[in-house]
Every structure is written in structure tokens, then in C-alpha cells.
């Protein structure tokens, strides 16, 4: 079983910043591609950015310029730095994982979320 927990979520101002952070747990050969989506009230969850275990990146456009995701393979972490924010930034942000779970099965994997509000 492979666990996702992210953190780093809270209440800023619009311009602010905030970093979350995705650590993941368990029993896994590797993981492939690490991502954020979010998921504003009423609205279906969408991607905000992906990051390959090499490293290649893709974006929303609506973030594009603002949000940056890196990730570290050695301590299974996926960061989101989000910068200028905005209110309509304010959404639940999930954590997603695409893990090898055996030499060749794979399973994706989200964590439970973690609320991000911008707001002055």
C-alpha cells in the first residue's frame, strides 16, 4: 500500500505564496510521474502540474509563470511553489502519484488534500 500525505496548505493574502509538499510512503520499486491537481467547490477536480521522475514538467495554463513543481526522488517528495496568488487559486489541492507497485504493475495513487484559500 502506498500512501500520499501533503501539507503545506493554509489562508494567504492574494500576491502571497504558499509551498506544499507531497511525501510518499510504503511498499514501491519507483515512482513515475508526481503531480497536483485541485478541486475548487463545485467544480470538477483539474490538473494544475505534473513532473516526470526525470524531471519534465507541464502545466496549467492559468498557473504558467506562477507555480513551479519539483520534485526529489531520494525522499519521495513533489513540491508545489505557488507564488502570486490568487482568490481564484482557493481549492482543495491533491497530491497524484503513478507508482510502480511491482516490476511491471502500476497503480496511481492521490492523497487526501489540503485546503489552500487566498483571500485578503
Known amino acids: 500500500q502506498v500512501q500520499l500525505v501533503e501539507s503545506g496548505g493554509g489562508l494567504v493574502q492574494p500576491g502571497g505564496s504558499l509551498r506544499l509538499s507531497c511525501v510518499a510512503s510504503g511498499r514501491f520499486f519507483s515512482i513515475n510521474t508526481m503531480g497536483w491537481y485541485r478541486q475548487a467547490p463545485g467544480k470538477q477536480r483539474e490538473l494544475v502540474a505534473v513532473?516526470?521522475?526525470?524531471?519534465?514538467?507541464n502545466y496549467a495554463d492559468f498557473v504558467k509563470g506562477r507555480f513551479t513543481v519539483s520534485r526529489d526522488n531520494a525522499k519521495n517528495t513533489v513540491y508545489l511553489q505557488m507564488n502570486s496568488l490568487k482568490p481564484e487559486d482557493t481549492a482543495d489541492y491533491y497530491c497524484n502519484a503513478d507508482v510502480m507497485t511491482g516490476v511491471v504493475r502500476r497503480s496511481e495513487y492521490w492523497g487526501q488534500g489540503t485546503q489552500v484559500t487566498v483571500s485578503s
Open positions: 513532473i516526470t521522475r526525470g524531471g519534465s514538467t
